[in-house]
Every structure is written in C-alpha cells, then in structure tokens.
C-alpha cells in the first residue's frame, strides 16, 4: 500500500491551462465602449467633412463593434460575477461603465443622421436613457453609501466626467430626434435635450472642481495623468454639441426661442473651455511621454483620448452653423484628420493586444 501511494505521488500533476480569452475576458475594462464613442463621432464628423465612404465604412464597423462588446460584457458578467459588481463600484473603475449610455445614445445619433432610420434611433436612444438611469443612480448612491472610500487623490479622475458625457449623448440624440419627429413629441424630446444639457453643465462644474483641485494640490505621478483626462476637453465639445442643435432646433420649440441668447451664451462658454484644454492637455502629454517618458503603449482607455478629438471636431463644425460664424470650417477639418489618425493608430494598437492574447502572449504585451 505504501509502495502505491508512493507511485501516485510522483505521477506529474495535470494542470488544465485556462484558454486564451480567460485573462482579457476577466480583465475587460468597464470603459471598452468608448471604442463605439471614438468609432462614432469619427464616422458622424466623415459625414460633416465630406467623406461618406468613410462615413458609411465606419457606422457598419461599429454596429458590430457593438453588438461584439454587449456579447463580451454579458459572458464577463456570468461568467467573473464578482469582478464584474465590483467594478461598478469601483471609484476608479465604475463610472467606465457610462461609456455604454454615451455609445448607445452616438449609435442612436448615427442611425437618425446616417442611415435615417428612426424606430432604430428611438430604441438606441431609449436604451440609453435606461442604461442613465440605472448607472446614475445605482454607482452614485454605491459610492456615497459604501464604507471603505479612497482618498480624494486615489478615487478620481478624468473617467468621472464619462458621467457628464453620457448625459450630453442623451442631449444629442434628443436634439436629433426632436427635429425628424412631429408633435405631439417635438417640444417633449427638446425639453428632455435642454434638462440633460443643463444637468450635464452642472455636472460638469461639479467634478471639474473636484479634478482640478487634485491635479493643483496633490502629488501628480506619469501614471497619474490616464488618457481619460482628455475627457475634461471632450466633455465640454459634447455639451458644445448638444447647445448648437439645441439653437438650431429654436424654430421648432417656443421656451426654446425665448432661450436664445442664454443658449448661444453658455454654448459658446463650452466651447470656449474644451478650446483652453486643448493646449493643457498637449503640454501634460509632453511631460508625461517626452519629458518622464512614460511608455507609450495601448490601453483601452485610450479611446476615451481619440473621443474628445473627433468630437471637438464635430462641435465645432455645428457651432460655426448655430452661430452662424463661418469663419471657424477650418478648424474641424483639421481636427477631424487628427481624430481620424488617433484612431487608426488606437484600431491598430487593439488589434496587436488581441492578437497576442489570442497566441497565448501576455495580455499586457
């Protein structure tokens, strides 16, 4: 007997090794549709500059791109439950999760604008607003409930206005819904487009404060400074959007008409703010990269970078139609070639890390 348990005991152990997908699949970020954001505000702003073959080549794209991540999410969901939930409880990772809203609500967006569908739009849309209420209400009451809270200097930063985002993408796609469909829903869909860009606003003054305030009074490390902090720019050319079709739709809505020069007053003072940190960003991004050097590598949070450009690009073309400036084309032309090459090299980047994953490479190669 002893003779055999000694046998069994040096027979090698057979370890199963997980699939390839295990590692990202647990891992996936809460932030991934900012993929669908990036791919959507690229191919709206194609459609503005005057490429539709790009247009059109990148609205199919990203229905799949998001049909494939709501697959991605659903098996992280069963399958890594309790990495999944705590996520959306994360301070740092939970408000990544709002990417789904402001996806759905650009998707939406591109089905009116581009493909000029609307039952469509209208159940992108209303997606979105459930998918705002449940994440507004369900991650801010966790993080104002919870017991264990970071430090103001370890639970912030730039994904926080992800928040502001996902509500200006509800202002945007009510906007453009407001203007193909008759009453009795007109004056209704531009009243909920005026309360989210009010609220986004508000929002927005709200969290800016608090990142602001981290970023002058405590430590600031290479690693600190994540590609969503370009959204403190992108989330005020979305708010600059959603006031540019909130003028342009006055026509159509009295209380909008009458609300004329407090519209084009605060649009231009979003615009006039995404502009300033658009310089800020560029020098921090030297510091970081050139300066500490940083290593440059893909993340998937660096679609929330690629976002802002496009989407600055896109506001600004319909701030210059609002306000009838026609002085300003130049400037979204030129940023929507930054965006479009932003993307290219985040697409590529993307690709690489999927393929090393799939050969069995370490996910973070």
Same mark, same amino acid.
């Given at each position: 007997m002893a003779k055999r348990l000694a046998d069994v005991a040096e027979r090698p152990v057979l370890t199963t090794r997980p699939p390839p997908w295990h590692a990202p699949l647990a891992d996936l970020s809460p932030a991934y549709f900012g993929l669908v954001m990036a791919t959507g505000i690229v191919s709206l702003g194609a459609g503005m500059m005057g490429h539709p073959l790009v247009?059109? %080549?990148?609205?199919? &794209?990203?229905? %799949? $791109?998001?049909?494939?991540?709501? &697959?991605?999410? %659903?098996?992280?969901?069963?399958?890594?439950?309790q990495r999944f939930f705590q996520d959306l409880i994360d301070h740092?990772? *939970?408000p990544g999760f709002f990417t789904t809203v402001a996806a759905s609500g650009i998707l939406a967006s591109q089905a009116v604008v581009q493909l000029d569908y609307l039952p469509l739009g209208v159940g992108l849309w209303a997606l979105a607003l459930l998918l705002w209420l449940v994440l507004t209400y369900s991650i801010f009451t966790a993080f104002t409930v919870k017991q264990e809270k970071p430090p103001l200097d370890k639970g912030i930063n730039g994904a926080w206005l992800l928040a502001v985002v996902a509500t200006q993408s509800l202002a945007v796609s009510s906007c453009l819904l407001a203007d193909r469909i008759g009453q009795? =829903?007109?004056?209704? =869909?531009? &009243? =909920?487009?005026?309360?989210?860009?009010?609220?986004?606003?508000?929002?927005?003054?709200?969290?800016?404060?608090?990142?602001?305030?981290?970023?002058?009074f405590f430590r600031f490390a290479p690693g600190d400074l994540a590609p969503p902090y370009w959204i403190n720019m992108g989330a005020m050319a979305i708010s600059t959007l959603a006031g540019s079709l909130l003028i342009q739709n006055a026509p159509h809505a009295p209380y909008l008409a009458e609300l004329l020069p407090?519209?084009? *007053?605060?649009?231009?003072?979003?615009?006039?703010?995404?502009?300033?940190?658009?310089?800020?960003?560029?020098? =921090?991004?030297?510091?970081?990269?050139?300066?500490?050097?940083?290593p440059l590598q893909y993340d998937p949070l660096y679609w %929330?970078?690629?976002?802002?450009? *496009?989407?600055?690009?896109?506001?600004?073309? $319909?701030?210059?139609?609002?306000m009838a400036f026609g002085f300003l084309r130049s400037v979204p032309l030129a940023f929507w070639w930054v965006a479009l090459t932003a993307w290219g090299l985040t697409f590529f980047g993307m690709l690489r890390r999927i393929s090393h994953a799939l050969r069995g490479k370490s996910w973070t190669a």
């Open positions: 247009a059109r %080549g990148l609205l199919w &794209l990203n229905f %799949g $791109q998001y049909a494939l991540l709501w &697959l991605l999410y %659903g098996a992280r969901a069963v399958l890594y439950p740092l990772r *939970g009795p =829903l007109r004056l209704e =869909l531009n &009243l =909920l487009a005026l309360s989210m860009w009010l609220w986004g606003g508000m929002l927005y003054i709200w969290m800016m404060s608090l990142i602001f305030y981290r970023y002058t407090f519209l084009k *007053g605060f649009t231009l003072f979003y615009w006039a703010t995404g502009t300033w940190w658009i310089p800020m960003l560029l020098v =921090l991004g030297i510091w970081r990269h050139v300066y500490r050097r940083f %929330g970078a690629v976002f802002p450009l *496009g989407m600055y690009a896109a506001c600004t073309w $319909q701030l210059d139609k609002a």
